[in-house]
RNA sequence: GGAGGCGUAGCUCAGUUGGUUAGAGUAUCGCCUUGUCACGGCGAGGGUCGUGGGUUCGAGUCCCAUCGCUUCCGCCA
């Protein structure tokens, strides 16, 4: 027997029990005599007391030797510590656990960092991984991963929803980002690809007659890392519904997510969410992608920014500001951001900005600016504009006495980089963004191709198997750029937790689409030879969507890195550390799988 | 593929204008310490200053190259 109670769970309640505990040595205090322990297991921290009188000098000796982090069982009675002598910064603080005997079941070796340190690099936390989750935030951030994964089963099968595993090994498909390939052994010459995400095999499944299909799923892209992406693998919850429109596509997304969003909001078990969280109420709003793109110059806008983009390019093409004119006169635009009460703000303040957008975002000038303050408007480019010009574009930024307006210029699409981040420091800096919520909204109405900046050739701007709006009638009429899609993603305070669409599940639209965009018929059948097939063999009206596991957990855990919420993460080129991964093999492999290394 | 930041003891960091034997905390080891809770005290070991080259009488410090980590851009239907 290891133990008959856990090490968090003592209380003054328990005091005089005989108790085993099992767990590691967190900390040790040595008196010579006495020597204290605080014994950790997963249920949290208690101290106990090795006495010369109750174990012998010998044990004493030996439990000074035995190292932190070392895994021990401890026999004894348990006390409580008296007067003076508690510890209330503990929850077992009032009690104490005194030492009759005890064994060394797994002896550590002296650690490369201490558990406490949390500037630790990086790279040598990741090769120790196991000692990093020995932290409460870090372990307490992996059980709420468990939590919302556990969470979201249950919502999921409460509304009629099963779990069905689709296949790790599957063909390579055109289109999409980069594959990872496995190569077969029984068939020299060919690979399987680990899936980017199982959108064949779920929507095959609603041709299988499978209404409603969730699934926890493995993604496997071989795409460069960023702070919120992982290099190799993360997980979605998938989901696909037949005899759907959009409408009940949400309606499931915002129960199960607002659902989850609600169950967590409080949790504070890495203690960066003492105040708690709001989250906004469904139904969520929901914008057009041409709308975001205008009014916050990006497809994920975070909305605890209240301010919006308003464009202002007519006004100053009737300026006598060069600049300006000739960029609109060039095809280009200029917009504007109205701050209230941002007139107050210190010179040092709009310079900071200023090198902030040209340094950090590429502007190709500090942003212009127009402040209004004591009756009088004030900014370098005030000169060029008539007084009425200057309160007419107040007007349009509802911003009155005391405010400033911003002023980015050029051409779309790169004004959007730099507009949206500056969009949310200027509310940040002005103390106008909202704290403590959750803000959601749906984008919909994404364009179904867009144009290679640098090739100039049409591609599918999101999910291929969208249905286009107006279906194959407007893909045959319309100028390809003008189609929308069924497509939409749901945004969460500027992250993209979900992407899914309404499917084109007929065939001729579906070639049709693929021709807009460079994809011949033949390589259609060929390479979504499944679907093509069960396309023509009775195949209902479905759609679904993708939330982004870690995403959803970042959120809830105030994290900006995606390493927090895996258990065993990857660095940023692809590397297990722990394990070694990716690693050389042996020719005999190699020679088994047709490969020639070159 | 491109740009920025970082790299000094196992770990976290300091190190002046380029100057003589590169310091501190922590961990480890030894001694002391019978009520601490980040216990405390004394002492010891531990360094190719990421690597290579250059400038110099002299480089942790300046220059060049390179490697590693990291953030961003490209990329991510």
Redesign the pocket.
Known sequence: MYRDMLCGDLRAGHVGGNFTLSGWIF??????????I?LRDTSGIV?V?F???EVGPEVIEAI??T??ESVIKVSGAL?L??E????P??PT?EV?L?VKSHVVLGRAD?????L??E??????K?QHRFLDLRREDVMKTIHLRSDVIASIRQRMWAKGFREYQTPILTAS?P????DFLVPSRLHPGKFYALP??P?QFKQLLMVGGFDRYFQIAP?F?D???????CPTDFYQLDLEMSFVQQDDVFAVAEDVLGGVFAEFKDWNGNGRNEKGRAVDAAPWVRIPYDTAMLDYACDKPDLRCPLKIIDVSDVWAASEFGVFKNIVSGGGHVRMIGVPKAAAQPRSWFDSIGKWAQE?L?APAAPGYISWKEGAFGGPLTKFLSEAQVREMFARAGVGEGGVIFFIAGKTPAIY?ILNPLRVRLGKDCGLNEVGIFRFCWIVDFPMFER???TGKI????????MPQGGLESLESQDPLSIKATQYDLVCNGYELI?GGIRNHLPAAMLKAFAIAGYPPEVVKDKFRGMWKAFHMGVPPHGGC?AGLERVVMLLAES????EVVAFPM???G?D?MMGAPTVVEERQLKELHIKLR
Do not use: W
């Open positions: 900390r040790r205090r040595d008196h010579g005599g006495v020597v204290f605080d101290q007391v006495k010369p009188e000074t030797h190292g932190l006390i510590r008296g003076g002598l508690t510890n910064h503990m603080g104490e005194v002296p650690l490369p960092y201490a406490s340190d500037s630790v690099p990086e790279d040598l990741l498909s289109e999409g980002a980069r980017q995400a959108q993604c892209r795409e460069d890392a960023r702070a919120d992406r950090e590429g980089k290679d900046e640098a591609d599918f701007s999101h999910n291929p198997f969208s992407s993708a900006n890195m995606v390493r660095n940023q080129r590397e550390l």
